[in-house]
């Protein structure tokens, strides 16, 4: 099998980040727990934001880790689907939305 | 879709010492993952022992109308064990000799044993408090002679527990067969419409949630929550608790994660998820289970494995109280099952 950048099963050693900085690595295990519990959102609203800027930041552990949380939780392929969109639309919007710099800088050059 | 039970395949997973042999390699061998015994005995909580004996569990035959992808019993249509009439009187007397509070009726489909509603009606008038028939709800429209079960259930008082993997069509009829959801919103409909479920009701109408696939169930009670919001708004469907049961890597639940390349990821979540303090509320700490032709099992798990009770007598016609009172149950990484998260068994989630 060639070599790949990422392997699946490296998802399962997420954790063991901790034994080369266990302060540090700790700290952000704690966070990271605290954050999904129910809140002001609920733990099903995390996760489909979780699903969202999995894909936006492109990170395929996170995929398969919040596809599977989203499944865990009883969330649609459609919910999730549209997830995926929202985070698709923002992603593609910020890149429009710079256009407008375009345009200004274009207008600004031209007589 | 499946059509046919592994037994019928002749697949050599439908053999218990091939999925026990199964379960004992591979991670667990090479010490990948450790065995559920050492994770338990890490927490000073091996031997497993049984606690007073609350539950007896029938397993009334692996008959069923439906096959479905996830079946720990391998059950079917093309699956003959029955449990006999002579089986039913022994566990009568045991009913009346062990002071059990809970019966607890399952197959198959319970109803397809043709002695299913003498039974009933003989254990009803030993004063059982919960008489629960665990049914897959289809059953009722699979033939005339069934269709007046909700009547039947509500005469003697029984407690409905139907599986109902989600509230959307699509993943009820992957897992169940195509057509399930529509008939069973018809038969939830329908005992609704005798009382059952209903608010303030003693009928007690209680749901099975397991997950379609090879992830966990969620949170049990958010799923609840979830569960009522939709069959209400969209069926008019109302229904008192939500079990939340993980799928046991045993049987067909075995194959299909063998199959879909799923097993070691599976067993890593669940291993991952394990919870100490789920080990002491499992449901065979308080539970005996009987299999169709009257083997004695801490579990009905243990059962299909056909891994039978300790002790000298393992029949239901030797059924003994004594023996039975502080046995070490017999486990294996299947257990690590009803251990996850917020653990698992026929009643659901057994901590928080």
Redesign the interface.
């Known amino acids: 099998m060639s070599k790949t950048y990422y392997n699946s099963d490296d998802l399962?050693k997420f954790g063991k980040i901790t034994e080369w900085s266990e302060e540090l690595g700790e700290k952000f295990f704690d966070y990271y727990g605290k954050v999904f519990e129910e809140g002001a959102l609920?733990?099903?609203e995390k996760s489909l934001i979780a699903l969202a800027v999995s894909h936006v930041v492109k990170c395929p552990y996170c995929i398969d880790a919040y596809t599977?949380d989203g499944?865990?939780?009883?969330i649609?392929k459609e919910e999730m689907m549209e997830a995926v969109h929202v985070g698709a639309a923002i992603e593609s919007g910020a890149t429009l939305v710079h256009g407008v710099q375009m345009m200004n800088k274009y207008e600004k050059l031209s007589m | 879709m499946i059509k046919e039970s592994l037994h019928k395949r002749e697949s050599s997973l439908s053999y218990p010492e091939k999925q026990l042999e199964y379960l004992a390699n591979g991670i667990f061998k090479n010490g990948e993952l450790p065995t559920f015994k050492s994770k338990i005995e890490a927490s000073n909580q091996y031997p497993l022992r049984t606690k007073k004996l609350e539950t007896l569990q029938l397993n009334l035959g692996y008959m069923c109308n439906q096959v479905c992808e996830h079946c720990h019993v391998d059950a079917g249509p093309d699956r003959k064990e029955i449990m006999t009439k002579e089986t039913m009187a022994y566990c009568l007397e045991v009913i009346k000799k062990s002071g059990v509070h809970t019966l607890d009726l399952t197959g198959g489909a319970p109803e397809m044993n043709p002695n299913f509603r003498w039974f009933v009606e003989e254990a009803s008038k030993l004063g059982i408090k919960d008489f629960i028939v665990r049914s897959n709800l289809t059953i009722v429209k699979a033939n005339k002679k069934y269709h007046d079960l909700p009547l039947f259930f509500k005469e003697h008082n029984i407690h409905v527990v139907s599986s109902m993997p989600h509230w959307t069509k699509g993943k009820t009829d992957k897992q169940r067969g195509d057509g399930v959801f529509d008939k069973s919103i018809q038969v939830l409909q329908e005992l609704n419409g005798v009382g059952y479920g209903m608010p303030n009701n003693e009928l007690r109408l209680d749901l099975v949630y397991n997950p379609s696939g090879a992830f966990l169930p969620g949170n049990q009670s958010a799923m609840e929550t979830e569960f009522k919001k939709s069959l209400l708004a969209e069926f008019n469907i109302q229904f008192h608790n939500l079990l939340a049961i993980t799928n046991l890597p045993i049987s067909r639940f075995l194959d299909y994660l063998i199959v879909s390349d799923n097993y070691e990821d599976y067993m890593y979540t669940l291993v991952e998820a394990f919870n100490p303090a789920a080990v002491q509320g499992v449901m065979c700490t308080n539970t005996l289970s009987v299999s169709w032709d009257g083997w004695l099992y801490d579990c009905d798990f243990n059962q299909m494995l056909e891994l039978k009770v300790n002790g000298k007598t393992k029949h239901i016609k030797d059924f003994d109280n004594e023996q039975y009172a502080d046995r070490e149950i017999v486990i294996s990484q299947h257990c690590y099952g009803c251990t996850a998260g917020a653990g698992s068994s026929c009643q659901g989630s057994v901590s928080q």
């Open positions: 399962r609920t733990a099903r599977k499944l865990q939780k009883g649609t």
